[in-house]
């Protein structure tokens, strides 16, 4: 009943593009504020980006700001990171997380979401 699921990763060339999606329960999605982080091979889980439940208000780290766009279709109970110009150094397991209320300048913290998904791999080629 409260999940999340990460889907849309996959193997692609440095330039291109993914879009992941992430379905949620209504339980985990409704008034939900959510975020997108991810976590490489020997490094620790780090913020990517995220919006509150309006979609009124987005934030991104500043390695992928300006490639990264996070969205979200409340009605469909889903949240999406469209990932262009891709980097090997975006290499990573990408995961989608849900948060009850982020304060102020708390959404980059992994402490502050409450439910995770299982993740989905992302690997970029040179």
């Known amino acids: 009943q409260v999940q999340l699921v990460e889907s849309g990763g996959g193997l692609v060339q440095a330039g291109g593009s993914l879009r992941l999606s992430c379905a949620a329960s209504p339980r985990t999605f409704s008034s939900r504020d959510m975020g997108w982080f991810r976590q490489a091979p020997g490094k620790e889980r780090e913020f990517v980006a995220a919006?509150?439940?309006?979609?009124?208000?987005?934030y991104y780290a500043d390695s992928v700001k300006g490639r990264f766009t996070i969205s979200r279709d409340n009605a469909e109970n889903t949240v999406y990171l469209q990932m262009n110009s891709l980097l090997p150094e975006d290499t990573a397991v990408y995961y989608c997380?849900?948060?009850?209320?982020?304060?102020?300048?708390?959404?980059?913290?992994?402490?502050?979401?409450?439910?995770w998904g299982q993740g989905t791999q992302v690997t970029v080629s040179s």
């Open positions: 919006i509150r439940w309006s979609g009124g208000n987005t």
């Open positions: 997380a849900a948060a009850t209320f982020l304060p102020s300048g708390s959404y980059y913290r992994l402490s502050a979401y409450d439910y």
